[in-house]
C-alpha cells in the first residue's frame, strides 16, 4: 500500500523471491541475526507467511519484516514477528512503522486474534520500537539466544475483539 512519507512515498507490498538477497544485506546491515537468503526465499513461498518490503519510489527496499500465522493456544490463529529491519540510515523516521500497520491491516483481515515476537533484552531501541507500536512486555526467556547468550523478553499485541454478528 503506498503511503506519505516526507517528500516521497513509500510503498509496502509482498516481498518476491527475487528480493531475498536484499533482506539478507538489509538484516545484516540493522545487525540482526539474519537469514539465509535461500531461507528468506523459502519463507516468501509459505503459505502461511507474510514477507513485506518498504520500498520508495524508485524502487530501493528501505526494510522488511517476517511474520508467520500460527495456531492460536486458545481459538482460531495467531501470528509471529521473526525479523523487522531498517536501513539504519532511515532508522527512526517511521519506515518500521509502516510496515507494521501494513502488518496489522493484513493480519486484521484474516481475523488474527494476537501478534507473539521475542527481542534480545538488550535491544532498547526495538523494545521501545514495539511499545510505540501497541506491544506490551508478557514475560522473558532466560538464556533463549545464543552468541552472545541473552534473556528474551516476549512482547504480544492483542488486537481488539470484532463485534459479533447476531441474525435477527
Ligand atoms: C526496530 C526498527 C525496525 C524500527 O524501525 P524504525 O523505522 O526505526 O521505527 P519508527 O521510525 O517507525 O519508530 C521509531 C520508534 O522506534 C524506537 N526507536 C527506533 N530506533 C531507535 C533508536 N535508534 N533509538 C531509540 N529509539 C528508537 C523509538 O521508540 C522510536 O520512537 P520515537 O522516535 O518517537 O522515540 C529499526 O530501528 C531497526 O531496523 N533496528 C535494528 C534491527 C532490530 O533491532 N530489529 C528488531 C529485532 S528483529
Do not use: H
Not at 516526507?6 to 528480493?19: E, L, P, Q, R
Not at 540510515?89 to 510496515?99: E, F, I, K, T
Not at 494476537?114 to 506491544?135: D, H, P, T
Request: charged content about 20%; hydrophobic content about 40%; some cysteine.
Amino acid at each position: 500500500m503506498p503511503y506519505e512519507f516526507g517528500n516521497s512515498n513509500i510503498k509496502v507490498t509482498n516481498a518476491d523471491t527475487d528480493d531475498s538477497v536484499r533482506l539478507r544485506e538489509i538484516a545484516l546491515e540493522a545487525n540482526i541475526d539474519a537469514w539465509t537468503a535461500a531461507d528468506y526465499s523459502e519463507e516468501i513461498g509459505r503459505i502461511d507467511s507474510i514477507v513485506l518490503k518498504a520500498e520508495s519510489s524508485n524502487g530501493e527496499i528501505l526494510g522488511f519484516l517476517v511474520a508467520r500465522i500460527v495456531p492460536s493456544n486458545s481459538a482460531g490463529q495467531d501470528a509471529e514477528l521473526y525479523n523487522i529491519a531498517v536501513r539504519p540510515a532511515l532508522q527512526r523516521s517511521g519506515v518500521g512503522g509502516l510496515l507494521i500497520a501494513d502488518l496489522f491491516q493484513r493480519l486484521r483481515i484474516d481475523e488474527v486474534n494476537c501478534v507473539w515476537l521475542e527481542v534480545r533484552a538488550s535491544n532498547s531501541n526495538a523494545i521501545n520500537f514495539y511499545s510505540k507500536y501497541g506491544f506490551t512486555n508478557v514475560s522473558v526467556r532466560r538464556n533463549f539466544y545464543s552468541d552472545p547468550t541473552e534473556d528474551a523478553v516476549t512482547m504480544g499485541f492483542a488486537f481488539p475483539a470484532l463485534p459479533t454478528v447476531t441474525e435477527m
